[in-house]
């Protein structure tokens, strides 16, 4: 099983990103999938979860500003990332679970997780 992230980059305050993760191996058509970020000296955060079903979870740091969903045709999850702020930058991870469903917020029920993409939001 794997999980790539792409879409990172460097963008200016207030803009906008949309990252993608493309799975391989196996399907998560019901499985929760999740972004994850850690920024240099913080803990690893949630950033959104879909569930099988679509349902999303957003932490209030975000939400409003990130939008995450699926296409469990193509085995992928994304995040569109709008009104950017500095304090966005961080590593962005992709996880999907093995066998659970929800919104899965706890990082520890994640099975699988990618390498990461960088997003930076410059001042």
């Known amino acids: 099983v794997q999980l790539v992230e792409s879409g990172g980059g460097l963008v200016q305050a207030g803009g906008s990103l949309r990252l993608t993760c493309t799975a391989s191996g196996r399907s998560f058509s019901l499985n929760a999938m999740g972004w994850f970020r850690q920024a240099p000296g913080k803990e690893r955060e949630l950033v959104a979860v879909v569930s099988g079903g679509a349902r999303t979870y957003y932490p209030d740091s975000v939400k409003g500003r990130f939008t995450a969903s699926r296409d469990n045709t193509k085995n992928e999850l994304y995040l569109e990332m709008n009104s950017l702020k500095p304090e966005d930058t961080a590593m962005y991870y992709c996880?999907?679970?093995?066998?659970?469903?929800?919104?899965?917020?706890?990082?520890?029920?994640?099975?699988?997780w990618g390498q990461g993409t960088q997003v930076t939001v410059s001042s």
């Open positions: 996880a999907a679970t093995k066998t659970l469903d929800g919104t899965v917020q706890v990082a520890a029920w994640y099975d699988y």
